[in-house]
C-alpha cells in the first residue's frame, strides 16, 4: 500500500485496517482524463527511447559482426533493413494504440 500511496500520478490513497486493504478510486473528472492522457503520452515516450537505444544495441553488435567478417555487407544492409521496418512498424502500432487509448479515457 505504501507504493500505491506514495505514487502520486495515480491519484490513489490506500487504507490498511490490517486485515484487508481498501483502495477508493476517486471518480474521472474531465481534470484528471487529461492528466491520464498526458501520462499515455509519457509512457509513448519511454517506449520510443527504449526502442531507439535497442536499435543502437542491435546496429553496434550489426558493425561488430561485419567488423569480423562474420558477415557479408550486403547480409548487414538487409538486417539493417529488416531493423529499420521493425522500428517503422512498431513505432506506428505504438502511435496508433496511444491514440485509441486517449479517445477512450478522453470519452465520457
Known amino acids: 500500500s505504501a507504493a500505491i500511496r506514495e505514487d502520486q500520478a495515480l491519484g490513489l490513497n490506500p487504507a490498511d485496517d490490517g486485515r484487508v486493504v481498501r483502495?477508493?478510486?476517486?471518480?474521472?473528472t474531465a481534470e484528471r482524463r487529461q492528466e491520464?492522457?498526458?501520462q499515455i503520452?509519457?509512457?509513448v515516450e519511454d517506449?520510443?527511447?527504449s526502442m531507439r537505444q535497442a536499435r543502437h544495441d542491435a546496429l553496434k553488435e550489426l558493425d561488430q559482426l561485419k567488423k569480423d567478417k562474420s558477415i557479408s555487407e550486403d547480409d548487414a544492409k538487409r538486417f539493417t533493413k529488416q531493423i529499420e521496418d521493425i522500428m517503422q512498424n512498431t513505432k506506428q502500432t505504438i502511435d496508433e494504440r496511444a491514440k485509441t487509448k486517449e479517445q477512450e479515457i478522453l470519452t465520457v
Open 23 to 28: 483502495i477508493q478510486i476517486p471518480p474521472l
Open 36 to 38: 491520464i492522457a498526458k
Open 47 to 49: 517506449a520510443m527511447i
Open 41 to 43: 503520452g509519457g509512457k
